[in-house]
């Protein structure tokens, strides 16, 4: 048994792992093109770095997902620690595009980790509240990008080079760091809470299609929010007060969660996030001036649910997946953004190439290239409004089939 001041210490450390997870998000997003200047990267070899985060990220919560049982939450937290700390060390040295991409790759690995040993944890700690508390543990990730957009935006509007950026992390890094060391973590019955179970259910076609739904929507989301200040740095916007006031947005939206949710069932909801997820991206794509905030407000209301309902219908739909299927389709995500960015990055090259053909400024030729960008991405909402209405009558079927033989 742990005292409600442990659980709270602990509960608290997790808050501000997942602070530092998204910091690494936000930062790494608003110095893009600082590393492009020091490095000479192309806007694909960026895509490549980037990609490198997400990549870590599936890795982390594919491995830690399966010995989560074995090794215990302390240990997958502690290694997140670790890596956080050298990952944070190594691009601040980094003395070119290798160097990057490894210590960009840690620190994937380390927000993975964060993931795998936090949500099972918090979702053991409070067994009789856990929607609640992980609810409150996600507000952090949108939480710690607003915290992140608005430092990157001040420390760059004051000259303060990006290797002070990303030193900033390393600020709440070391507080994690310590409560990791002064709390004691509980233990659980690891045949209760045993994935041998559930890895038979991992091969069904919901789950399966849930799968390929989190890759669309993980994309839709984090891809543009990556590259939010390389889309948006030549309209007259902030892209980092953009990105702080979507996921500020997003925040609040998760908090209050529940009642939504409960109105609209976790479909409803996600049929409503795409179809305003591909009204804001096609907004942003026209707008220009103030009125792109405008366009980001839609955009962020239709991001705000799509992870965490993605994995609560994988509780609600295919249970018998367990933490298993939650850990392994929140890796999906990551993986598939990893895929999409170094072909993100190669869109952006391409369309600036398309435009230095003609008679137009660098700043014209960057805001036609982000609209160009916008316009490709659009396509994965679209698609996520196809596959979420099917499944929206998929699951009325069933439920009505099962009502009907009940009867």
Known sequence: MITNANSARIFTLCCISLIVTSMTFAIRAGILGQLSGDYSLTDTQLGWVNSMAFLGFPLATMIGGVLYNAIGARNLISLAFICHLLGLVLTITADGFWGLLISTFLIGFANGSVEAGCNPLIAQMYPNDKVTMLNRFHVWF??????????????????????????????????????????????????????RSNLKSLFSPLYLFLVCCM??????????????????GSTGASPMLIL????????????????VIHRLNPVGVLVSSAILATIGIYLMSQAQGN????????????CTYFWPTMIGCVA??????????????????MFAVSLWNPVIGTWLDNAKSQFQHQSLSAEEIDVLAGQ????????????????????????????NQKITKEA
């Open 215 to 232: 890759t669309l929507t993980a994309t839709t989301e984090l891809g543009t929010q990556q590259w939010i200040e390389r889309i948006l």
């Open 372 to 399: 160009a960008l916008l316009s490709n991405l659009l396509l994965f909402p679209l698609i996520l409004i196809v596959a979420f209405v099917g499944l929206y009558l998929f699951i009325n079927t069933q439920a």
């Open 291 to 302: 009125m792109i905030y405008l366009a980001a407000i839609i955009f962020a209301l239709g």
């Open 244 to 259: 702080a006031m979507i996921t500020g947005l997003m925040a609040v939206g998760r908090f209050y969660a529940g009642p």
């Open 316 to 333: 609600e739909y295919t249970p018998k997946t367990g933490a298993l299927g939650m850990s392994l389709i929140g890796g999906a995500g």
């Open 142 to 195: 949108p939480g710690g990008i607003v915290i992140g957009a608005l430092l990157s935006n001040a420390m760059t509007s004051m000259g303060i080079i990006w290797q002070i950026q990303v030193a900033s992390i390393i600020i709440p890094t070391l507080i994690y760091g310590l409560l990791l060391l002064r709390s004691d973590f509980p233990t659980f019955d690891k045949e209760i809470n045993s994935t």
